[in-house]
């Protein structure tokens, strides 16, 4: 009597988080690993922080691996790719969240404050996802969020290189999508609003007051939020979404 082969178990997916040592990467991050990605772990300065990070998912039963890259040189942001794959062995999902803020009038922006934005906000997000649709090609599958924001959307003064940078993420997505989607890569991008912070929990009494007059449900949004709708366009569910921008802003913006 020939006896059965055991049941093969398929490896799990893996999905890498770019700026995740923190805030709203971090929350990505466990929801990821919460519903059963390995994930990969990035950030640009705070190793400590990553490493706290990687051991809380890790918690929920999958493998966490830990890197770091500057991202301020789009270069590293294939590299970062490149590195995440040979140690993981695959890249199923990129989520392009890493980003930095340089805030000043147009007319007081200095020349290195604005190529610093667009570099790590928006080239490293094309760099990165250049490297990673060559692998998704090959497995003729794949996942790519964008993380832009609402003001990429509706416009901020005071952040001329942030807004360009977002709507360069909105419109990134957009070419990616239909030039990729026949290789069954889906690439979409979510728009956060005001999202709790430490950086909003600093802001004065009166200065949250006149955020949250501008926000239908009357609150700020949790990182979790965010986190759970970039699952969803990470999983089998969303495999017939793609060039969408969906925003995650309490109604601020709801064109």
């Known amino acids: 009597m020939t006896t059965p082969e055991?049941?093969?178990?398929a490896p799990r997916k893996v999905a890498l988080v770019t700026g995740s040592s923190r805030g709203l990467g971090r929350a990505m991050v466990l929801k990821l690993a919460q519903v059963g990605f390995d994930v990969a772990v990035h950030y640009g300065r705070n190793e400590a922080e990553a490493q706290k990070v990687a051991a809380e998912a890790e918690s929920c039963g999958v493998r966490a691996e830990v890197f770091g890259a500057d991202l301020g040189t789009p270069a590293n942001a294939g590299k970062l790719v490149e590195e995440v794959i040979a140690r993981m062995g695959r890249l199923d999902v990129l989520v392009n969240n890493a980003g930095i803020t340089r805030d000043t009038l147009a007319i007081r922006m200095k020349d290195e404050d604005w190529d610093a934005v667009?570099?790590?906000?928006?080239?490293?997000?094309?760099?990165?996802?250049?490297?990673?649709i060559?692998?998704?090609?090959?497995?003729?599958?794949?996942?790519?969020?964008?993380?832009a924001s609402v003001v990429g959307l509706t416009g901020n003064p005071g952040q001329a290189n942030y807004v360009a940078s977002k709507a360069g993420l909105i419109g990134l997505t957009r070419a990616l999508a239909k030039e990729y989607g026949g290789r069954g890569i889906t690439v979409n991008a979510v728009a956060p609003g005001f999202i709790a912070s430490d950086?909003?929990?600093?802001?004065?009494?009166d200065t949250q007051k006149a955020y949250l007059a501008n926000i239908p449900l009357g609150r700020f949004g949790q990182p979790e939020e965010v986190a759970a709708v970039v699952a969803f366009l990470a999983s089998d569910a969303a495999a017939y979404v793609t060039g969408q921008t969906i925003g995650i802003d309490g109604g601020m913006n709801p064109s």
């Open 6 to 9: 055991p049941p093969t178990t």
């Open 118 to 132: 667009l570099q790590t906000n928006l080239t490293s997000a094309f760099t990165a996802s250049r490297a990673a």
């Open 134 to 147: 060559k692998h998704m090609m090959r497995a003729r599958a794949g996942r790519i969020v964008n993380v």
């Open 199 to 205: 950086m909003t929990a600093e802001l004065p009494e």
